[in-house]
C-alpha cells in the first residue's frame, strides 16, 4: 500500500536526476509507461494528474540513465623535479627576452622539468614573451598551458611573488610587455605606477 504523504507532483520531486534530466523528458517517459509513477484521476471529470515519489523515481532514473565509464590513466607529458634556487637561477642568456634579461630574480625552468613556488610566469619562444601570468602552483598551472596545447612556449621564467601580491604584480607587467596571447580587444596602455615596478625589479 503506497504512503500517499510521500505522493509529490513532479515540480516538488527535488531529486538532482530530476533536476538534470527535467520535467518534459520524465513526462515524456511517462506518457510512454517506462518510469514508476501513480496516476490521480477525478472521478467526475475524469482528468488525471501524474503523482511521484521522489525517492523511487531518482533510483529508476539512476539505473536506467547513468553508465558508469571508467576513466583511463594518461601518460604525463612533464616530468616534475623540485625547484632548486640555485639551479634554476642559472639562465640561459641565448633564450632569455631582451625585455627579461634586466630582471634581478629571474629563474628559468626546463620545459620538461616544471616545479616552481608561487609567482609570476612568463612563457616564451624565441626570445619573445609570449604570454604572463601568476599562479600559487606553477607546476599545475604551466602543465595545464602544455597539455592544453594553445600556447606556444619553449622557455619558461619566474619571479618569486608572494600571493597577495600577484594581482597587481601580473597586471603592471602585462600592461607593460603586452604580450601576445594576453593581448585583449582592448590595448590597455601602460601606467606610470607599471614603469615604476618595472624599475623595481631591475634594480
Same mark, same amino acid.
Request: aromatic content about 12%.
Given at each position: 500500500?503506497?504512503?500517499?504523504?510521500? #505522493?509529490?507532483?513532479?515540480?516538488?520531486?527535488?531529486? *538532482?536526476? $530530476?533536476?538534470?534530466?527535467?520535467?518534459?523528458?520524465?513526462?515524456?517517459?511517462?506518457?510512454?509507461?517506462?518510469?514508476?509513477?501513480?496516476?490521480?484521476? !477525478?472521478? @467526475?471529470?475524469?482528468?488525471?494528474?501524474?503523482?511521484?515519489?521522489?525517492?523511487?523515481?531518482?533510483?529508476?532514473?539512476?539505473?536506467?540513465?547513468?553508465?558508469?565509464? !571508467?576513466?583511463?590513466?594518461?601518460?604525463?607529458? #612533464?616530468?616534475?623535479?623540485?625547484?632548486?634556487?640555485?639551479?634554476?637561477?642559472?639562465? !640561459?642568456?641565448?633564450?632569455?627576452?631582451?625585455?627579461?634579461?634586466?630582471?634581478?630574480?629571474?629563474?628559468? #625552468?626546463?620545459?620538461?622539468?616544471?616545479?616552481?613556488?608561487?609567482?609570476?610566469?612568463?612563457?616564451?619562444?624565441? *626570445?619573445?614573451?609570449?604570454?604572463?601570468?601568476?599562479?600559487?602552483?606553477? @607546476?599545475? *598551472?604551466?602543465?595545464?598551458?602544455?597539455?592544453?596545447?594553445?600556447?606556444?612556449?619553449?622557455?619558461?621564467?619566474?619571479?618569486?611573488?608572494?600571493?597577495?601580491?600577484? !594581482?597587481? #604584480?601580473?597586471?603592471?607587467?602585462?600592461?607593460?610587455?603586452?604580450?601576445?596571447?594576453?593581448? $585583449?580587444?582592448?590595448?590597455?596602455?601602460? *601606467?606610470?605606477?607599471?614603469?615604476?615596478?618595472?624599475?623595481?625589479?631591475?634594480?
Amino acid at each position: 500500500m503506497i504512503d500517499t504523504n510521500k #505522493l509529490r507532483i513532479l515540480s516538488d520531486c527535488k531529486g *538532482r536526476l $530530476t533536476r538534470i534530466i527535467g520535467e518534459e523528458k520524465i513526462l515524456e517517459l511517462v506518457k510512454n509507461g517506462n518510469c514508476p509513477h501513480y496516476v490521480l484521476t !477525478d472521478p @467526475i471529470t475524469q482528468e488525471k494528474q501524474f503523482l511521484f515519489v521522489s525517492g523511487e523515481l531518482e533510483e529508476w532514473l539512476r539505473n536506467n540513465y547513468i553508465e558508469v565509464k !571508467d576513466g583511463y590513466f594518461f601518460e604525463q607529458k #612533464l616530468t616534475f623535479v623540485t625547484f632548486d634556487e640555485y639551479k634554476h637561477r642559472e639562465v !640561459d642568456p641565448l633564450t632569455v627576452p631582451k625585455e627579461l634579461s634586466f630582471i634581478k630574480d629571474l629563474y628559468q #625552468l626546463p620545459v620538461q622539468n616544471v616545479f616552481g613556488p608561487c609567482g609570476i610566469y612568463f612563457l616564451c619562444k624565441d *626570445r619573445i614573451i609570449k604570454y604572463i601570468g601568476k599562479s600559487v602552483d606553477i @607546476i599545475n *598551472r604551466v602543465n595545464t598551458h602544455y597539455n592544453e596545447g594553445k600556447k606556444e612556449f619553449t622557455e619558461i621564467f619566474f619571479i618569486p611573488c608572494a600571493a597577495n601580491a600577484q !594581482d597587481r #604584480l601580473e597586471n603592471a607587467l602585462i600592461r607593460y610587455y603586452n604580450p601576445e596571447y594576453n593581448q $585583449t580587444s582592448v590595448n590597455v596602455k601602460p *601606467r606610470k605606477k607599471d614603469f615604476e615596478i618595472v624599475e623595481a625589479l631591475q634594480s
